[in-house]
C-alpha cells in the first residue's frame, strides 16, 4: 500500500511541474518566443544534419533558457503575491530575473551562430 502511495505521489509531481510549464507557456509572450525559437532551431538542425554532439549543446542550452524562464516567470509571481505597492526592491528581483534569461538566451543565440553559420555558408557555397 505504502508503494502505490510513492508512486502516486511521484505522478502527482510530475503532474503539477507539466502544469507549471504549460500554465508559464499560456500567459508569458517570452516563454512562447523561447518555445518557438527552438522549434526553429531543431528544424534547422534537422535539415542541416548537425552532429550529435551539436545536439547536446543544443538541448543543454534549450534546458537552461526555458529552465530560466520557469524560474523567472516563478519569482515575479512570488514578487508580486508578497508586494502590493510599488517596491525598489521588488523591482530589482524582477529585473535581475529577468537579465539572468537574457544572459542565458545571449549566450545561446552565439552558440547558435557558431554551430549554425558555418553550415549555412556550405550550403550556400
Known amino acids: 500500500m505504502k508503494y502505490k502511495k510513492k508512486i502516486k505521489s511521484l505522478v502527482n509531481s510530475f503532474g503539477y511541474a507539466f502544469q507549471g510549464i504549460w500554465s508559464s507557456?499560456?500567459?508569458?509572450?517570452?516563454?512562447?518566443?523561447?518555445?518557438?525559437?527552438?522549434?526553429?532551431?531543431?528544424?534547422?538542425?534537422?535539415?542541416?544534419?548537425?552532429?550529435?554532439?551539436?545536439?547536446?549543446?543544443?538541448?543543454?542550452?534549450?534546458?537552461?533558457?526555458?529552465?530560466?524562464?520557469?524560474?523567472?516567470?516563478s519569482i515575479?509571481?512570488?514578487?508580486?503575491?508578497?508586494?502590493?505597492e510599488k517596491s525598489s526592491q521588488a523591482k530589482l528581483a524582477k529585473d535581475v530575473s529577468a537579465g539572468a534569461v537574457l544572459v542565458f538566451a545571449i549566450a545561446s543565440i552565439i552558440v547558435g551562430f557558431l554551430i549554425?553559420?558555418?553550415k549555412i555558408i556550405d550550403v550556400l557555397v
Open 25 to 73: 507557456f499560456k500567459s508569458e509572450r517570452n516563454m512562447k518566443i523561447h518555445v518557438f525559437i527552438m522549434i526553429l532551431v531543431v528544424l534547422l538542425g534537422i535539415f542541416l544534419h548537425i552532429s550529435v554532439t551539436e545536439w547536446m549543446i543544443c538541448v543543454i542550452l534549450f534546458a537552461l533558457v526555458i529552465g530560466a524562464e520557469l524560474f523567472n516567470t
Open 116 to 118: 549554425f553559420v558555418p
Open 76 to 84: 515575479e509571481a512570488v514578487v508580486d503575491m508578497i508586494s502590493l
